[in-house]
């Protein structure tokens, strides 16, 4: 807690765009999962800008290379995701939105079958939850195996798919964002977000 204080200002000088975010507890997602043990900075720019580590007994570091984005997040486009050619085996999902007020319950409703089918997810290698604050301004990481499974699960997975389908409708949504990178490299303790080998 205390670097994600005090390293806020450092990190928005030296970095493009950053974001110090609370964690969910393990891979679930809600606004009553919050883990005061695990904590998250979003850095974009230069690779040797290091995000706080104070009293950290354990760490994982995602390098990131950005393949999609579409929305916003704070007002700005903070990743310059354009086409690039090469193999993109793991595949990163960032997904954030900050919720209306008057919507919100409604989309906790919605958002909880596919939190439960997320955990069996074919190709899912990690999730875990984020946020800005306790209520309101939440978000997703997940790390899969490759883009063929990002589509089945986003696409084809039926309570995802009926999300995905309600969401123009119900306005659910003050901002959002939604995008995906090419998972360059990790590096530290994959137990600390969550990391499963799967077949």
């Known amino acids: 807690m205390w670097g994600m204080a005090v390293d806020r200002r450092r990190l928005r000088r ?27 900075a979003l850095v974009v720019g230069d690779t040797a800008v290091s995000p706080p580590m104070r ?85 997703t990481v997940s790390l899969w195996r490759g883009a063929a499974d990002v589509v089945r699960f986003a696409y084809r997975q039926p309570e995802h798919a009926a999300v995905v389908d309600r969401t123009p409708r119900e306005g659910w949504y003050a901002e959002e964002l939604f995008a995906r990178f090419r998972v360059l490299d990790v590096t530290g303790d994959r137990e600390v977000i969550g990391w499963r080998d799967r077949p």
């Not at 950290?56 to 984005?69: E, F, G």
């Not at 704070?74 to 690039?84: H, K, L, M, S, Y």
């Not at 190709?123 to 604050?133: H, K, R, S, V």
């Open 14 to 40: 030296d970095a493009d765009f950053v974001k110090l975010l609370g964690t969910g507890k393990g891979s679930e997602f809600g606004a009553d999962k919050a883990d005061l043990t695990r904590w998250a």
């Open 55 to 139: 009293g950290a007994v354990a760490k994982c570091v995602l390098t990131l290379d950005p393949i999609a984005s579409r929305g916003t997040w704070a007002g700005r486009e903070p990743f310059d995701a354009r086409t690039r050619a090469g193999k993109t085996d793991m595949i990163a999902v960032l997904t954030r939105a900050r919720l209306k007020a008057r919507r919100a319950p409604a989309f906790w409703r919605a958002i909880d079958p596919v939190s439960r089918a997320l955990q069996n997810a074919e190709g899912l290698i990690c999730a875990f939850g984020i946020g800005e604050a306790p209520v309101g301004f939440q978000g």
